[in-house]
């Protein structure tokens, strides 16, 4: 098995999937794996789009020999430096020590800054091409998509675009690379997921590249997370708009902190209530047990968001904080809000997050409804009311 697959007659897919890592970032779930794409582009001058993460590299190189046979590789374009991609870069370097470097100023700033890599730079400016014989490169600087170096690089002969982490998610490439060749439920939640976790924060950045990118005639898209979108690269480009600018589908996640359960009976019954009102959409989520990165991603989806926590210490219960401190850090809009969640004495969990809920700036749909210990028949129907307001919020997005 030679491992590189062909994605034009002279454009090759030559990445790797990992499936050992178990968080990424050292902090992202990887339950379904995550693949490091990267690129050959065979033509006068051979170009390598992206190297990968480290610990695969004798995966990655095996590839790329197999593919060469013996030839140079004249160009290397680093789209982005994070080391998922730029890994590899001192190990290729070694191999290929007459390959040029392509990246902008910062590229090369951080480049220096990560590895000490001062010689073989090739520099390019928005907008700069390249001529490699019969494929043409043309550079677009996407400043925070996801670092301050980011760019994308444009084939013109098949028109691909190489986009980097934009349009990326998590999940191993398990057999099929390219859109028509997998299920695409799995990795638009996948990418939803990447988008949100880790891109998310900078949406508007996302939204200027995207109206750069506009006027490009864009046949494949080649990300170097997740699949290859050959058949409906405008399905992916659609979601990607749709996020970054806050739009949400209908429904309701629900998320709460619970030691003993009377919190989570308000969320079951906020639940029920909402369903009775039409919603199909509804997630109750208990923070303690699900990763943060899920519950991001639940509420980058939905309309409706409801947090509801015990009370412990004379304050929040410690999961929901995580919860309320990354929802104010990273601007989501567009949501509405729902707060519920009980005390025993001082109370301290619903006030502190009606005070994160200051910063998030999203309609609060009613009155927030607070039981001492349990809910009783009055904390029920106030509850009632909370999933009316809450449902009729949501309904008609
Ligand atoms: C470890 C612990 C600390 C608590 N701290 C407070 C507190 O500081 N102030 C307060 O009003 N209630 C406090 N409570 C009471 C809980 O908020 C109350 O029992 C609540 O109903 C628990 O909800 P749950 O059944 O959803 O876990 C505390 C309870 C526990 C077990
Ligand atoms: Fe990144
Ligand atoms: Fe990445």
Known sequence: MNGFINITEDIFYVGVNDRETAIFENLWPLDKGVSYNSYIIRDKKNVLVDTVKINKFSVFIEKIRNLLNGEDIDYLVINHMEPDHSGSIQEILEEFPNMKIIGNKKTFEFLNDLYGIQKNLYEVKDG??????????????????????????????????????????FGSLDGGIFDDEVNLDFFEDEIRRYYSNIVGKYSPMVQRALKKLSDVDIKIIAATHGPVWRKHPERIIEKYDRWSKYESEEGVVIIYGSMYGNTEKMADHLARKIAEQGIKNIKVINASKTHLSHIINEIWRFKGVMLGSCTYNTGLFPPMEEIVQWISHTGLKNRVLGIFGTYGWSGGGVSTIEKYAENFKWPIVNESVEAKLSAKEDDLKKLDELAKAMADAVKNN
């Open 128 to 169: 700069d091409e390249i001529d490699l014989g019969e494929h043409k490169l043309k550079f677009y600087m996407t400043p925070m998509v996801h670092w301050p170096e980011t760019m994308m690089t444009y084939e013109t002969k098949s028109k691909i675009l190489f986009t980097g982490d934009a349009f990326g998610g």
